[in-house]
């Protein structure tokens, strides 16, 4: 038998977009909710990611005269999760995004931009910025409703053991003062848990080992894009307890962050909306494309990848001033250079020069003729050759970026076992979780993912 | 306290090519060995494979003067799995294939024919055939060397449970008897390992449910190549255990079977080798051409499972003669069927039979211009137009095949847990393991990795 030191109807593991909502819903349901969090602040990796939340069917596509509907977003989903997505899964988020980002707008309180935006992969603007484009509003916003709600939120309390009796799982075993640096520090106690378990503990990016059993290249020479306690013990636990795993080996690179800074950093405003759409990536050794630039995350960032060694993306000051975009951070940082010649940027990054005018002459020969019939680019219409210096250049590494496997649930955010069972009393939801996004995770579906399945589970484990 | 029925010093979980391997090298290194098979008769997928076995280096290249080496066999199979191969394990595949091999053939006596083949995606020829083309002469040489050895083989015997002592696996729970079609027959034995257990199950292609939670394409209505006992019940077992699963979602489709037989059956010999690389393969809705119909397996197995239904493979009576195969087989089944005109091999399938003749024409073209623009396909030096009659249509759907991931192990054939440690007492090799054949295993590669595996194994095995 447990000695138990305290005992709630539903236990949070996580203070992410996940986590936060499920424990606003089950408390709402009428539960006793805590919310454990390992870190010594709330908010997790949601906190640092853009805020943006993808929906089809809001108030907000009609007021800008887009069409869009759940069926439209099905479709996007799971082709860019190469049709490994659970269908129910992605059915119960496309279908109630809109519903979900509502409850966020109106009952938390989320203040969003007059703005519908589109991102690669998604057939028609439909995905919305928290102002100041920052995960850190929602989370803020999440925030005051716990504290309204008088929901604790014990910090610096890690999980060490999901508790099952045989039967159904009825606790946890946590450490109180964890700390990352010392993980024997702090002191062990026993949660109980009358009602439920929802894990929400994220992805496991930051995990070198655990991410490279599954796929080898992330060693520990890839950086991640994630914070650095982005780490697998939750989902290993209750893999230890007969929850089955999906999709693991799937794992989301980021293509457009540079070796050169860490973290997500400030070169991926240049490289996503000025590089990949005007620019040209080269290999490092021969200075040629190698890629058609506007391709999905997954094809570039296994390209880049694939080379063994940091490519080169190059652009010039007439997309720089045509995109508007100010990256004068990634200037300040050198993160971007500027050259005034083709040149004097080959010698920079010991790239063979007459080959880099050579590439750059035959793209500028593709822009104008409509078609990249070696690399099968979309030309834009407002695609323009590089040619006006200065010009400018980034080195490119994919980073780890998103981890789109994880536990296996139900349509109800149940935990499913290894004998295709719900494991009674644990639920999970948002990255921890695998399956919604298939292969590929498309731009601004990890929040909708994050509401829809945080609202089914705080409901479903309130009992 | 486990009450043992039987004691051993190695216990060998499945009689294919991986199980019967390490059995005789856990017995030459003088363990006593049992080896437990669950069906009524040994061989499992391995007796009905085409015995072919890939080697880098062997006496019989060097005899037909081809120059290979472990380093290109290495190259070739990191290619093939997209990088996602463990690198550790891959090596010692590519490093004691040839070994192994000559093994097989001294040692146990295989009988190989006399040439040398080349399977896509190998960049040399370094594939070998057992006589018959079939993985049954392989399997016959094993048996016979078991009986010689005196090993015992335990048909009808079922793991059910592998007993850990909480230090370390010290035997099974298994139903002697078992019977599939009743799981509850049978009477349950507990056999003491005191050396080790090494599970040597082959993979989960026939397991729809579980195969289904990694690629939810894969539901029953996707048949197998494999036999219906291929399921995943040890890999289950091993992974409560806590053994490390390793990208299980990487399940290989035979792009080339028919839904107009079931297995593997005969159409696979004129789809693969005739009309794939004479032929093209048509959308049944509009009978065009939508794929490179020598893109490797992966590529083309996704592409025609996203079309949803069967798509129709079309070659001619050119291709047919000269390829030197006899496809009667095929035809007497009437899974290839041949047609006097184009207009009336439409009309069987319900193909639009103008777009179709339009399509052909393309096709023709480009085998005359020698470029295929669209679809990249290569123009081999033997290509040659669709246009002699009759034609040759089969039907296109793919089938699973192999399941590339499994149980985590080291190099040391160890089975390793979530915690990155070996699991003491736990061995595996062949289908069953994960991370030696990465995203995409090559054709012949399968019995290498149960030869060198499950040499290994039994090694360590014995202690």
């Known amino acids: 038998m447990t000695r138990w030191d305290e005992t709630f109807d539903v236990i949070v593991v996580g203070a992410g977009f996940a986590g936060l909502t499920a424990a606003i819903e089950a408390r709402n349901a009428g539960a006793r909710v805590v919310v454990l969090e390992k870190m010594k602040a709330p908010g997790g990796n949601s906190i640092i990611s853009d805020g943006g939340v993808a929906a089809a069917g ?30 129910g899964l992605l059915r119960v988020l496309t279908q109630n ?10 009952y938390l309180g989320v203040e969003y931009m007059d703005r519908v935006d589109r991102f690669g992969g998604h057939s028609v603007n439909r995905c919305y910025a928290a102002a100041g484009i920052t995960g850190a509003t929602i989370i803020r916003a999440m925030l005051k409703k716990i504290k309204e709600l008088g929901i604790p939120l014990r910090k610096s309390t890690c999980l060490e ?6 039967e159904r799982v009825t606790g946890l075993s946590v450490r109180e003062g964890y700390n990352y640096k010392d993980p024997e520090a702090g002191t062990i106690k026993n949660l109980q848990a009358d009602s439920g378990v929802i894990v929400t503990t994220g992805g496991f990016g930051a995990d070198v080992a655990f991410r490279a059993v599954q796929d080898p290249r992330l060693t520990g020479k890839i950086d991640t894009t994630n914070k650095i306690f982005a780490t697998g013990e ?24 540079s070796p050169d800074e860490k973290g997500f950093g400030s070169g991926p405003l240049f490289a996503d909306y000025i590089g990949f759409l005007y620019g040209i990536i080269v290999h490092p050794d021969t ?50 250079k500027t050259f005034e010649t083709v040149e004097g940027l080959a010698g920079h990054y010991g790239l063979p020069a007459d080959a880099l005018s050579q590439t750059i002459t035959e793209f500028n020969r593709a822009v104008a003729s409509g078609v990249d019939v070696e ?11 590089i040619k006006r210096p200065p010009f400018y250049a980034m080195r490119l590494w994919p980073k780890v970026h998103y981890t789109m496997g994880g536990l296996q649930i139900n349509e109800e955010a149940r935990v499913i076992d290894l004998d295709h069972r719900p494991i009674p009393g644990l639920y999970a939801a948002g990255e921890v979780t695998g399956g919604v996004h298939g292969a590929c995770r498309l731009g601004s579906c990890a929040i909708t993912d994050c509401l829809v399945f945080g609202r089914i589970a705080g409901k479903n484990a309130a009992g």
């Open 287 to 336: 200075g040629k494309r190698f890629v058609n630039e506007q391709a999905d995350r997954k094809v570039l960032g296994d390209a880049i990848l694939s080379v063994g060694r940091p490519s080169v993306c190059i652009s010039d000051h007439g997309a720089v001033e045509h995109s508007g975009w100010d990256i004068s951070r990634a200037l300040k940082k050198k993160v971007v």
């Open 234 to 257: 939750a989902l290993v636990e209750a893999m230890r307890l007969g929850a089955a795993p999906v999709q693991l080996s799937h794992i989301q690179l980021g293509a457009w962050t």
């Open 161 to 166: 053991k999901i508790i099952f009796d045989g």
């Open 58 to 87: 809001t108030p907000l596509q009609k007021q800008h005269g887009i069409e869009d509907s759940p069926e439209l977003f099905y479709n996007d989903m799971l082709q860019a999760g190469l049709g490994l997505n659970h269908p």
């Open 97 to 106: 995004a809109a519903e979900a980002f509502r409850w966020s707008e109106e």
């Open 375 to 385: 690399y099968g680019r979309p030309i834009l219409h407002d695609s323009m050759p």
